[in-house]
């Protein structure tokens, strides 16, 4: 009975041995983008707070951001984040307000902080400093300390430019479309290194890709009559590459057009949904390339230049 009962003991203290090594096999040694160190174990993480606990119990609280990339990319695939963090975290939101004039901008920096802000002929108004921010699913919620300053809502957890998401006070939200979604720079500034500034759309266009076309003819989603108004079409940088009137579904007037680096590619005269008028077109480095007439459809003369700016056709 004596050998069984220190049998049973000798068990039972290898087990509490392998309970102890395991917990100890999930600490390890994290830095700090100081270069500090310190051994512990992760209790939990997100995108907003890092939880460690060091071996003599103690518990830290830290963003992610202070931690090393190595340190980071460990936490992304231990707690992945969610597609919508994925998404927006490190970039710059542009979003135009159907009844706003200007155009909202909202820039999640990684340190967790949050820029609020408008664009105001060609200049970034900025609302408030300090603010942080949490993502809960499709809601972006921007904080003032404790309290929430306003909500951003997202129609799906891959958003872009051209869908429709709500941004403002809980109590009297806005709906809006985002025109761009950039890597974040500057908020002092309207143009960051790589040219990828907002898209300004005028207040009451709509997008076209948002509408139904049916045998030539423009209409809203499941509507029995035409669409008339303004519309734009995105690149899929979220630069504007389109901009005309549609008069009951057909182009009507001045239609603009503009490459993927944003240079102004042609202007052309429109009527019931036929070229009707003059049409120029310039090179991406911003040569002219042509000058045209068209009555219905029809060329009727044209005049085209070489990018260096040499008659080669009249």
């Known amino acids: 009975m004596g050998i069984t009962h220190y049998s049973k003991v000798a068990v039972f203290s290898l087990l509490i041995l392998q309970c102890v090594a395991a917990q100890e096999s999930e600490f390890r040694e994290w830095t700090s983008v100081l270069g500090t ?21 103690k518990i830290l609280k830290l963003h992610p951001g202070k931690l090393s990339e190595e340190d980071q990319n460990f936490l992304k ?13 490190g970039k710059r939101l542009s979003v135009q307000a159907a009844d706003w004039p200007v155009t909202a901008l909202f820039q999640f920096e990684v340190d967790g902080t949050v820029k609020l802000g408008s664009l105001k002929r060609d200049k970034v108004i ?34 872009e430019s051209g869908t429709i998401m709500t941004f403002g006070p809980e109590k009297s939200p806005l709906s809006g479309t985002i025109l761009s ?38 209409y809203e989603p499941d509507a029995f009559t035409s669409f008339s108004g303004k519309v734009y079409r995105l690149s899929t940088n979220g630069k504007k590459a389109e901009e005309v009137t549609l008069r009951y579904g057909q182009r009507e007037g001045l239609q603009r057009n503009w490459y993927f680096n944003g240079q102004q590619q042609s202007k ?4 019931n949904g036929k070229k009707d008028g003059a049409m120029w077109e310039w090179y991406e480095n911003g040569q002219k390339k042509s000058e045209m007439i068209f009555k219905r459809d ?15 056709e009249e």
């Open 77 to 89: 695939e231990k707690f992945p984040p969610s597609p919508l963090a994925e998404k927006i975290i």
């Open 126 to 159: 900025q609302e408030k400093d300090g603010l942080t921010y949490k993502i809960d699913g499709l809601i972006a919620k921007v904080l003032d300390n404790d309290k929430v300053h306003s909500l951003l809502k997202f129609s799906s957890a891959d958003p």
């Open 181 to 218: 979604i950039v890597p974040a720079f500057s908020f002092s500034e309207v143009y960051d290194k790589k040219d990828e500034e907002p898209v300004l759309i005028e207040k009451g266009s709509v997008n076209i890709t948002t509408l139904e076309k049916r045998d030539g003819i423009y």
């Open 298 to 312: 029809q060329l009727i003369s044209k005049k085209e230049w070489d990018d260096e700016g040499v008659l080669i």
């Open 268 to 271: 052309s005269l429109w009527k």
């Open 37 to 57: 160190k310190i051994d512990a174990e992760v209790i939990s993480a997100d995108h907003t707070e890092v939880i460690l606990k060091t071996k003599n119990k």
